[in-house]
T-cell receptor, first 113, second 113 residues
């Protein structure tokens, strides 16, 4: 079974721009979660989607948003990029999400200049 | 605040030495516990997990962890490390009815050949 895939793997943007990251979960998984990984803050939960609905959201500003499509693929968007948004953005999938093992993709490394 | 604490930021060992990484959490109620590993240049991979039952769980690559409920701890152990165990190790916790993983800050393990 193919793992979680994320595109693109690397991105360079400038302050003020917006960016969209994509995640395809493991086949059959309907829950997709997003995390931000930085050296200073570690791994922090952004949001979780199941059946196209956001069920849980972390403590991030409204510039961070996401959505999920009917095939369970998910996208996250960051608008008005700031230097501090430079991070590795990880996507994880699980069958239903509640308390389950989450399987992670390779991440998208975003650099904001 | 609910949190996950990993006791060591960086551990340096020689091959064949024993490894123990501490993890404590502050959540009440029923929790599911995980250890993930991130090898250099690779994505987060699940080492082992505890949901219920025998508090001593065995994972991949010779790792094991013990859940001690009274101490809110889930320590990771390996009797004899190899150079290939050089990686960053993350403890993660979720409530059994929750959708997000809360991660510790991570422990970088360097194994000298």
């Amino acid at each position: 079974k193919a793992g979680v895939t994320q595109t693109p793997r690397y991105l360079i943007k400038t302050r003020g721009q917006q960016v969209t990251l994509s995640c395809s979960p493991i086949s059959g998984h309907r829950s997709v979660s997003w995390y931000q990984q930085t050296p200073g803050q570690g791994l922090q939960f952004l949001f979780e989607y199941f059946s196209e609905t956001q069920r849980n959201k972390g403590n991030f500003p409204g510039r961070f948003s996401g959505r999920q499509f009917s095939n369970s693929r998910s996208e996250m968007n960051v608008s008005t990029l700031e230097l501090g948004d430079s991070a590795l953005y990880l996507c994880a999938s699980s069958s239903s999400g509640k308390g389950e093992t989450q399987y992670f993709g390779p991440g998208t490394r975003l650099l904001v200049l | 605040a609910q949190s996950v604490s990993q006791h060591n930021h960086h551990v340096i060992l020689s091959e064949a030495a024993s490894l123990e990484l501490g993890c404590n959490y502050s959540y009440g109620g029923t929790v599911n516990l995980f250890w993930y590993v991130q090898y250099p240049g690779q994505h987060l991979q699940l080492l082992l997990k505890y949901f219920s039952g025998d508090p001593l769980v065995k994972g991949i690559k010779g790792f094991e962890a013990e859940f001690i409920k009274s101490k809110f701890s889930f320590n990771l152990r390996k009797p004899s490390v190899q150079w290939s165990d050089t990686a960053e190790y993350f403890c993660a916790v979720t409530r059994s009815n929750d959708y997000k993983l809360s991660f510790g800050a991570g422990t970088t393990v360097t194994v000298r050949a």
